[in-house]
């Protein structure tokens, strides 16, 4: 089992930055890729980011590139999500997930979720 917990999340003005952690515990995370998936109010659950189990490759949605950055660090079994220029569109609760598979993390559907972290995004 792999117990994921996340933290960073909070109230930040529009254009602001905010890091969020992915701690694990229970076994290393350098087994598994790791992502974020977010779900703001009303609406279905997006992909943002994923990241490979070496931190080689990475992915995101269209509408972060540039502005949010994936990495881990596997010798503190934690996985960050750098975000910046933040929009009010960026509103959500943000979920770390984890798989042995990364493509399970794309279509949503990880093994592993944490319990997720407010992110709200003031204009």
């Known amino acids: 089992q792999v117990q994921l917990v996340e933290s960073g999340g909070g109230l930040v003005q529009a254009g602001g930055s905010l890091r969020l952690s992915c701690a694990a515990s229970?076994?290393?995370?350098?087994?598994?890729?790791v992502g974020w998936i977010r779900r703001a109010p009303g609406k279905e659950r997006e992909f943002v980011a994923a990241?490979?189990?070496?931190?080689?490759?990475?992915s995101y949605t269209d509408s972060v590139k540039g502005r949010f950055t994936i990495s881990r660090d596997n010798a503190k079994n934690t996985v960050y999500l750098q975000m910046n220029s933040l929009k009010p569109e960026d509103t959500a609760v943000y979920y770390c997930?984890?798989?042995?598979?990364?493509?399970?993390?794309?279509?949503?559907?990880?093994?592993?979720w944490g319990q997720g972290t407010q992110v709200t995004v003031s204009s």
């Open positions: 997930a984890a798989d042995r598979n990364e493509n399970s993390i794309g279509t949503m559907e990880p093994d592993y």
């Open positions: 229970g076994r290393t995370l350098i087994w598994y890729a």
């Open positions: 990241i490979n189990t070496s931190g080689g490759s990475t």
